[in-house]
């Protein structure tokens, strides 16, 4: 491996970081601090659907793919006004009591999941145009490593610090310290992508008139589901959690075609070739439908696991946060440089499929938690430490069913997600690759955001361990697909595609 190879995955590596460090706040850290305040699991459930712009970025994606920032090159400029402006996100939410406005905490963390996904639309893109064809596996890897280490400060060292320091609104500024900083990195240290990846040559102004023409057709959509609703007797603030569902998901069913349709009329020329681009490769619709299925087991079982230790189980947020993310570190590491490894020596297909397998496994460590209950297998001391950036000040006693537990969960998941984040990749189109990636990784994005007010209903009508059996369940049908589609995958070119 030569210097630039080298200086490519660090750069990789970083990026994953930066990616999964906002992931958190709005996910795992964000539910443990409506736990603490006395949220219902159901609100709490409903509240992730704060991430829904992580299932839309590929509607702003294309002007990211057109428009590049002056002096900074292709992806730089966008990587660091986004990485600005989550930093800015953060100290804003940083200031705000979800239990005494809710409302305005939901639309600080819904400006968060905003600028998070956009950032992520610019890393995806960065990241495929970057990387040679015979670095992706490995890249991959790196990529998830970085994602996974972010989600071990974010989501794990971050409920230690809230115990310690008794504020959540302390946490949330430290982490927008971290990302201004990360700002500042990727101004001065990332390569540049080469001339692979280029900008379509358009009218700009027809493009922003054609986005415009699509947010228009998306607005609209999403008032005449409501108002549709609305007329056969239906009401939006019912009582009830299953017709408040019912309106999200007819707003989306509405929007997103009527979107496209005037995009189309008006000419938002950057995304309609790109997802015509797309759309014309073999087996494309087939992939789309693995994209959201392959992640549902591991997305549901992952919704309100947080809540679940916390809430259902009784653990303090110390424990949740030692187990789930620091002690799980090196079994996180060593999944994630496994997989890098692995997928060096066996195909995309065979790695998909094993590893989609450990997935769906390591629910039944939760299912297993949650009918044996808490001290089933004993429990571990864990003397006292001091690592500079946190300490635990006297000796803690660990769950070994939880240990276990989450151990499965992060390894397993680790692995599925650099087989799932190379299969992405080699999905997409350079010269549209920003539009290209978003796309797929919003549609692996819709389990992970629309399970979460499904999963809250779900839990408190069938109870934690019905609700971890069917997380199961919801598994097989992502892994058939790869064994059905297993002539599809292993055709898959991976050298560099051109438009």
């Not at 700002?183 to 009218?203: E, F, G, M, Y």
């Not at 490769?281 to 947080?306: E, M, R």
């Amino acid at each position: 491996m030569n210097f630039a190879s080298s200086q490519r995955l660090i750069a990789v590596l970083f990026l994953g970081f930066a990616s999964g460090l906002p992931l958190a706040l709005t996910g795992q850290a964000m539910q443990a601090w409506l736990a603490v305040d006395g949220v219902d699991i159901a609100t709490i459930g409903f509240l992730g659907l704060v991430g829904v712009p992580y299932t839309f970025k590929f509607l702003w994606a294309p002007l990211m793919d057109r428009f590049e920032l002056p002096w900074l090159g292709r992806r730089r400029g966008w990587l660091v006004l986004t990485q600005l402006a989550l930093a800015a996100a953060l100290f804003w939410m940083a200031s705000i009591s979800p239990a005494q406005t809710p409302l305005l905490f939901a639309a600080a963390a819904v400006t968060l999941a905003f600028f998070s996904a956009s950032q992520d639309v610019v890393i995806d893109a960065y990241r495929t145009d970057v990387l040679e064809p015979n670095e992706r596996g490995l890249g991959a890897s790196m990529s998830v490593f970085g994602y996974r280490i972010a989600m071990i400060l974010s989501g794990g060292i971050a409920l230690i610090w809230a115990e310690q320091w008794g504020s959540w609104g302390a946490v949330y500024r430290v982490m927008a310290g971290i990302m201004a900083a990360a700002a500042v990195v990727s101004l001065l240290t990332l390569p540049r992508v080469n001339n692979a990846s280029k900008a379509l040559a358009s009218d700009a102004g027809r493009e922003l008139l054609g986005f415009a023409a699509m947010l228009t057709g998306v607005l609209a959509g999403a008032f005449i589901s409501r108002w549709l609703l609305i007329g056969i007797g239906l009401d939006p603030h019912d009582a009830n959690k299953w017709i408040q569902l019912l309106f999200i998901l007819a707003g989306i069913a509405f929007a997103l075609p009527l979107g496209a349709w005037a995009a189309r009329k008006v000419g938002f020329t950057t995304l309609n070739q790109s997802l015509a681009s797309f759309f014309s490769q073999p087996g494309a619709w087939a992939f789309l439908l693995l994209i959201v299925l392959y992640k549902l087991g591991d997305a549901f079982a992952g919704s309100l696991s947080t809540a679940f230790l916390i809430k259902g189980m009784a653990f303090s947020q110390a424990e949740v946060g030692i187990v789930n993310k620091i002690i799980g570190i090196w079994l996180t590491i060593f999944g994630a440089l496994l997989a890098g490894a692995l997928m060096l020596r066996m195909s995309l297909y065979k790695a998909l499929l094993v590893f989609g397998v450990l997935q769906l496994l390591s629910n039944f460590g939760f299912y297993a938690l949650a009918v044996m209950g808490k001290g089933a297998w004993g429990s571990f001391p864990l003397p006292p430490f001091d690592l500079g950036f946190f300490a635990l000040d006297t000796a803690s006693e660990i769950d070994g069913l939880l240990m276990a537990a989450i151990a499965g969960e992060n390894v397993t998941s680790g692995m599925g997600t650099a087989a799932f984040v190379a299969l992405l990749m080699s999905l997409c189109n350079r010269q549209f690759t920003a539009t290209h990636y978003a796309l797929l990784s919003a549609l692996a994005a819709v389990g992970r955001i629309y399970v979460s007010p499904v999963s809250g209903v779900l839990a408190e009508s069938v109870g934690w361990p019905t609700f971890f059996l069917f997380s199961a369940v919801a598994a097989v049908p992502g892994i058939w697909m790869v064994w059905w589609m297993r002539q599809s995958i292993l055709g898959l070119n991976q050298q560099e595609k051109t438009a």
